[in-house]
C-alpha cells in the first residue's frame, strides 16, 4: 500500500520573478505532496491570493512592478481575515540583514536565505504549516484568534489597568438560518460577522485593538471606550446591508424564513441581526477576567430582546 505523504491537500504560493527558481523550489513542494501555485510578480501574487487563500506564501522581496514587502504589507492590511493572516516566508539574499527586517515589520513571519537546499526549504514550510495548524489560538474559519489568545489578551489589558472596552458580538437567528440554508451558507454568515467587524476595528479603530473569534457565531473586540460605539455603529451598519445577500428573493420579499421544530410546527424566524455588548472598564471597575464575561452575558440577554440588530452598553439601547 503506497503511503500518501501528510502534506497532501496544503497549498503553497511560490512569488519569484525567477522562473527558474520558481520551477525548482515547485518541484520539491510537489513532490513532498504539496499542492503548488507560482506568481511571477507581487501583482499577480494578490490576485492569486485573493482567488484561493493558500496555506503559506514563499515571497521573493526584489521583484518588479510590486516588490515583497508591499506584497506583505498589503496582505496584512487585507479586510478578509483569511488573507490578512495567511503565513508569510520571505526569500532573502545571504547576510541581507536588512531584508529581513523589513520584511518582518512588513509582516512575514519566517525566512530563508538564498541559496538554499530541499531539505531546509520543506523544514521551513512544514513547520509554519504544523505552528498553524496546531495553534489552538486561531480560528480554522475565520483566522482569526481563538479563546487563548483572547483570554491573553484581556487579562493583559486588565493587568495594565488602563481605560479599554470590549464588544461582545452575537448573531441572532442563526441556527434556524443553519437549519434552512446548511452549514456551508452558515459559514459565509460567520465569515461575513468577521470580515465585518475586522473592517470596522481598522476604519475606526487603533493599532492595538484586537478581533477575535471565540467560537461559533460569537466575536470579541477590544478597543479604547472612546471607540467602543463607533466600532459597534459600524458593524452592526455594515451588517445589516451585507446580510441580505446570503438569503433567497422570496424570504426576503417576505421578512422571515420557516422551519418546523422537532414536532411539526412551524415557526418563523427574522432574517438574521446582531447583537452587539459593550463591556468597559472606566473607573478600573473590571479587575478579573470572569466579571468581563459576567457583564456581557447580562448585556447580550438584554440586547437580545430586542428586535433587530443593535449594540448595548450598560442596558441603554443604541
Do not use: C, W
Not at 519569484?16 to 510578480?41: F, M, P, Q, W
Not at 478578509?80 to 509582516?107: C, H, M, Q, Y
Not at 441556527?175 to 475606526?204: C, M, P, W
Amino acid at each position: 500500500m503506497k503511503s500518501v505523504p501528510y502534506e497532501l491537500g496544503h497549498r503553497v504560493l511560490v512569488v519569484d520573478d525567477d522562473r527558474n527558481l520558481r520551477k525548482i523550489i515547485s518541484t520539491n513542494l510537489e513532490l513532498a505532496g504539496y499542492h503548488v501555485a507560482t506568481a511571477a510578480d507581487g501583482r499577480d501574487a494578490l490576485a492569486k491570493i485573493e482567488q484561493d487563500v493558500p496555506d503559506l506564501v514563499l515571497l521573493d522581496l526584489m521583484m518588479p512592478h510590486m516588490d515583497g514587502y508591499e506584497v506583505a504589507r498589503r496582505v496584512r492590511s487585507h479586510p478578509n481575515p483569511s488573507v490578512a493572516n495567511v503565513p508569510i516566508i520571505i526569500l532573502t539574499a545571504k547576510g541581507e540583514t536588512e531584508d529581513k527586517l523589513r520584511g518582518f515589520e512588513a509582516g512575514a513571519d519566517d525566512y530563508i536565505t538564498k541559496p538554499f537546499g530541499p531539505r531546509e526549504l520543506l523544514a521551513r514550510v512544514r513547520a509554519k504549516i504544523r505552528r498553524v495548524e496546531v495553534d489552538s489560538s486561531l480560528s480554522p474559519l475565520t483566522r482569526l484568534p481563538g479563546n487563548l489568545a483572547i483570554e491573553g489578551e484581556l487579562r493583559r489589558r486588565i493587568d495594565d489597568r488602563e481605560p479599554f472596552a470590549v464588544l461582545y458580538l452575537d448573531l441572532d437567528n442563526f441556527k434556524a438560518f443553519n437549519d434552512v440554508y446548511g452549514f456551508t451558507h452558515g459559514d459565509e454568515a460567520i465569515q461575513l460577522v468577521a470580515r465585518t467587524s475586522v473592517e470596522a476595528v481598522r476604519r475606526r479603530g487603533t493599532a492595538n485593538d484586537f478581533v477575535g473569534h471565540i467560537g461559533g457565531d460569537d466575536f470579541i473586540v477590544a478597543t479604547l471606550p472612546e471607540r467602543a460605539e463607533e466600532i459597534a455603529q459600524s458593524i452592526v451598519e455594515e451588517f445589516d446591508k451585507t446580510i441580505r445577500a446570503l438569503y433567497s428573493p422570496k424570504d426576503l420579499r417576505q421578512g422571515y424564513i420557516e422551519t418546523r421544530d422537532r414536532r411539526g410546527v412551524l415557526n418563523r424566524f427574522p432574517i438574521m441581526s446582531l447583537s452587539i455588548a459593550i463591556v468597559t472598564n472606566d473607573g478600573g471597575q473590571v479587575t478579573n477576567y470572569a466579571q468581563i464575561g459576567e457583564k456581557a452575558a447580562e448585556l447580550k440577554r438584554y440586547a437580545k430582546s430586542v428586535v433587530g440588530s443593535v449594540y448595548i452598553k450598560d442596558k441603554r439601547r443604541q
